[in-house]
Structure formats: structure tokens, C-alpha cells
């Protein structure tokens, strides 16, 4: 990863998978960390399981911009099935890190990638970071929402997000909906990291 003081973040997710939430949880991490950060939504009148986008930025400077992300630093697919998406993977770059929920190794991922997407050159299966975060969901939670397993994996990325961070996050999100709910989303960070 590069230096945070400019990162954008593209997350894909189906409906009802924390895409969003994701992506606030994700802002207000990197603001406890001292950044200026913005994340917002893109969807229409999607329904439960429709693709949708979040997409989140940091910088150490004001942030002016208000367009969509269109070359991420940093790349989160929340569901498998979204690699056939050909927007899945529009401008990545070769340094793009791709954190993806999945039970195949990133060479395979790397591999089903290649056939539906053009690739830029100098980009390696050691980009692609995987989890199996619905199977760690759904341990924990009961249901396929794997965003704060996401966000753990994110603490592993050296210099990129505090694992405190990440919780203290997770508290702000879900307070409002009682203890136990809070300390799921910690276990489930916990779990991957």
C-alpha cells in the first residue's frame, strides 16, 4: 500500500452484506486515526442480493473530490460471485491490493480473474489477499454479512488500518443495538485477524 495520506477504496458487496456500513465503519477508523476521510454509497432501489458499490477515501489534506472511486488503491469484494462482474475490477492498477471473500487460494483467484478482466501489466496473485469471511459469518452471526470480517483482515495489511481503530469503529457503528451485537462484530474482527 502507499502512503495513507492518499488512499481510495472501491468495496463490492451484494445488498444486505454491510456494503455500506462497511464503508462508514471504514471512515470512522481512519478518522480516529487522525485522516480526513469520506465514504459514501452506490446504489439505486436495489433490492436485498443486488450488486452495489461503497466507496471510501483518506487523505491527510481536505478532500475536494466527490466522484465515484475509478482506480483503487486498495479493492474489497465481499461476495465471490461479483468476479464475473466486469466492473469488478475497472481501473485496478498493478498495486492495487484485492482483499476478496473467498475459499479458493489467490492463485486461483488471480487465475479466474485473468479470464474476465484485463489485468495491468506487473499485476501478481500476491495482490490478492483471501478469507473465507462468509464461513467465518456465519459462525459467528448466522447469516452471510461479512464486512467486519473484512474490516479484521484489513488490520493485517502493515501500516494501513490499527486494529483498535477498527474496533473503536465497531463500537460507534453498533452501540445503538446492544452488547451483544458488539461484541459479535469484535469477534469477527478478531477472527480474521
Known sequence: MKNLSDQQIRIHGRGGQGV???AEMLATAFFIDGYQVQAFPNFGVERSGAPIQSFVRISA?????????YKPDLLLILDFSLIGRDDSFSGIKN????????NLTSVEIFQKIKVVAKLPDGFKSSNIIVIDATKIA???FGKNIVNTVILGVLTKIPGLLKLTSAQQ???EKFSDKGEDIVKKNILAINQAV
Open 20 to 22: 455500506v456500513a462497511m
Open 169 to 171: 469503529a465497531i463500537i
Open 138 to 140: 456465519l459462525n459467528i
Open 61 to 69: 489534506q481536505e478532500i475536494l473530490t466527490r466522484e465515484h472511486v
Open 95 to 102: 498495486s492495487t491490493t484485492i482483499v476478496i471473500n473467498s
